[in-house]
T-cell receptor, first 113, second 117 residues
Framework: KNQVEQSPQSLIILEGKNCTLQ??????????LRWYKQDTGRGPVSLTI?????NTKSNGRYTATLDADTKQSSLHITASQLSDSASYIC????????????FGRGTSLIVHP | GAGVSQSPSNKVTEKGKDVELRCDPI?????LYWYRQSLGQGLEFLIY????????KSGLPSDRFSAERTGGSVSTLTIQRTQQEDSAVYLC???????????????FGEGSRLTVL
């Protein structure tokens, strides 16, 4: 069964600090991995997509990594801002034709001033 | 519109009543998904549409839940005889690209918050 596990479940950091969120998956055959950001009371929004051949991809202060061998991804946030407070969701799609991506439960990040 | 539109944004109903939630996807998007998110929890898959057909409705929690999509566009999620445990945010997403055997980026609406008293 396809699964996506995220850690930590929640995280509190001070503004300006860096943090790293983790995602482990057992989706097969792997197609792509996306990180979504969900602000409180809003729908999730895609931050970045990682395909099999990509190791690192940046989007502003967000940097995602992918290790397809160990089936792990991370999302690193640099110089955090109050607006980074949100839930970060790891979503993995397979090439099996189901068209139903597998969602992690998300990491809740709170950035304190 | 430019994005996925959902209505109502908030719905308060009494236990036992029926409710309808509407989703207007991005124009041209053939794939449409419904998810449920309880307070502080992750997204729970409910049903997937490709065009007007629903090849995967495995996430619908009971026969009180049903959904339809007409004209390859607007979708309605209906919950009959609502129960308190149905209280949650119902999110709709659409996707326009199904390259090969996988799915593209999901674009989410803002959700419909359902409260069953």
């Amino acid at each position: 069964k396809n699964q996506v596990e995220q850690s930590p479940q929640s995280l509190i950091i001070l503004e300006g600090k860096n943090c790293t969120l983790q995602c482990n998956y057992t989706v097969s055959p792997f197609s792509n991995l996306r990180w979504y950001k969900q602000d409180t009371g809003r729908g999730p929004v895609s931050l970045t997509i990682m395909t099999f051949s990509e190791n690192t991809k940046s989007n502003g202060r967000y940097t995602a990594t992918l290790d397809a061998d160990t089936k792990q991804s991370s999302l690193h946030i640099t110089a955090s801002q109050l607006s980074d407070s949100a839930s970060y969701i790891c979503v993995v799609s397979d090439e099996g034709g189901s068209y139903i991506p597998t969602f992690g439960r998300g990491t809740s990040l709170i950035v304190h001033p | 519109g430019a994005g996925v539109s959902q209505s109502p944004s908030n719905k308060v109903t009494e236990k036992g009543k029926d409710v309808e939630l509407r989703c207007d996807p991005i124009s041209g998007h053939t794939a449409l998904y419904w998810y449920r998110q309880s307070l502080g929890q992750g997204l729970e898959f409910l049903i997937y549409f490709q065009g007007n057909s629903a090849p995967d409705k495995s996430g619908l929690p009971s026969d009180r839940f049903s959904a339809e999509r007409t004209g390859g566009s607007v979708s309605t999620l209906t919950i009959q005889r609502t129960q308190q445990e149905d209280s949650a945010v119902y999110l709709c997403a659409s996707s326009g690209r199904t390259s090969g055997r996988t799915t593209g980026e999901l674009f989410f609406g803002e959700g419909s918050r359902l409260t069953v008293l």
